[in-house]
């Protein structure tokens, strides 16, 4: 797929030097970019996994993925764990640092940082968890089962993003801003529920000394010391400590991530003026000089989310995928799935409660005064609505925490999989119809209006 450049040109709304186009076009751009090529990682990575788990080598895939590992550092052994754990322990953590840093920058410097301009999507993304989770809880009111209602709640951003980025031009810019706003909202609510109603019994011990990590980290940020290293170390003890608390593991990289300062060192401004001040002829004391003036004037969540997601969305999350998403998919099984209220309760929720949530929620905020984007209509709105019904990759986590028994858990990926599919193809449909018929014109807000509210 080629890149996005074309959008950067001059005459161009990205390619401006407004605030709304440094700050939020640009950004969106790079990071859509980065999100097609990921979900067609993870894709291919899932196909891998349901192929080998059906294969006639199935068993070296589970097998595989079971084995334990001992890790111990002098008399000090570490949590046991197997390879799927270790991923879903560890390596899901740094993608949910990621998360928290992308939270961060859309909170401090982003969309999110307008109340204004954040107030409908916010709106629009409870609807698109509220209405999944009433979906799944009606199919299943009790039982084992009835801990599964946040796997419907979920939105993959990658693929979401990816579905949309296909149709190009036929999108509006500010639908995909819409969608990338909703999805963050999203991903708040979705970590919210992992930390309240997805975590086992407390180690207070252990609890305390993650909390203390954190408040260290906090206060190194506040005394600017800006040693990596440092901050990997602490990190890593907040990660284990976590992890022996009972609350999932992956909340503290969210937490990690929602600390990293967003805003930088120097301004803008001043990078640019020392930069203009270099004589003609500068020395290489000067070079290194400049070069640091500019590098601070990055803020550090942007530096590290640069740095770390084409890590998270190339190698981790295709791992994830590699490793949760191989399910047997006999005659028995799928004839089970079909009569299954888990199964249902999953496709339903995604693939008709999150259109409907969203588009619901919406129509409601616009009867109290608030407006749609300009540009966009209802018929695009559903589409997009599809497309958060796209849960795979927090889905698929979530299921690991809901259930226990491995038959549901089964059930349970069997409807993320195909609803996800349903979703993308409803996306799809939906938004290429309501480009053609739709006018959209108008890609973007005027400056004045972000600011209002900041």
Known sequence: MAGPEYLYQRETFAGGDRWL????????????HREVAGSMLLLLATAVALIWANSPWSDTYFDFWHHHIDISVGGFHVHPLDLRELVNDALMALFFFVVGLEIKRELVTGYLSSVRAATLPAIAAIGGMVVPAL??????????????????????????????ALLGSRVPPM????????????????IAVIAIFYTGDLDLRWLTLAGAMLVLVRLLTLMKVWALPVYWVIGIVAWYATLESGVHATIA????????????LVSRVAAQEHVDDLPASPNIEQVHQAAFVVQESVPMTERLETMLHPFTAFLIVPIFALANAGVPLSGDILADAAGSPVTWGIVLGLVIGKPVGIAAFTWVATRFGF???????WPQFIGMGFAAGIGFTVSIFITGLAFDDGGITDLAKIGILFASACAAIA????????????????????????????
């Open 21 to 32: 186009a440094r700050f939020v076009a640009r950004p969106i751009l790079k990071f859509i």
């Open 135 to 164: 979906l799944y809880f009606a199919f299943n009111p009790s039982g084992p089962a009835a801990s599964g209602w946040g796997i419907p709640m979920a939105t993959d951003i990658a693929f979401a993003v990816g579905i949309v």
């Open 175 to 190: 639908l995909k801003l819409f969608l990338l706003t909703l999805a963050i909202v999203d991903d708040i609510g979705a």
């Open 253 to 264: 990289g969210v937490a990690l991530g929602l600390l990293t300062p967003a805003k930088p």
């Open 371 to 377: 407006q749609l984007p300009p540009g966009l209509n």
């Open 427 to 454: 996306a799809l449909a939906f938004l290429r119809f309501s480009g053609e018929h739709g006018a959209h014109t108008e890609v973007m807000p005027e400056e004045h209006e972000v600011h209002e509210g900041s």
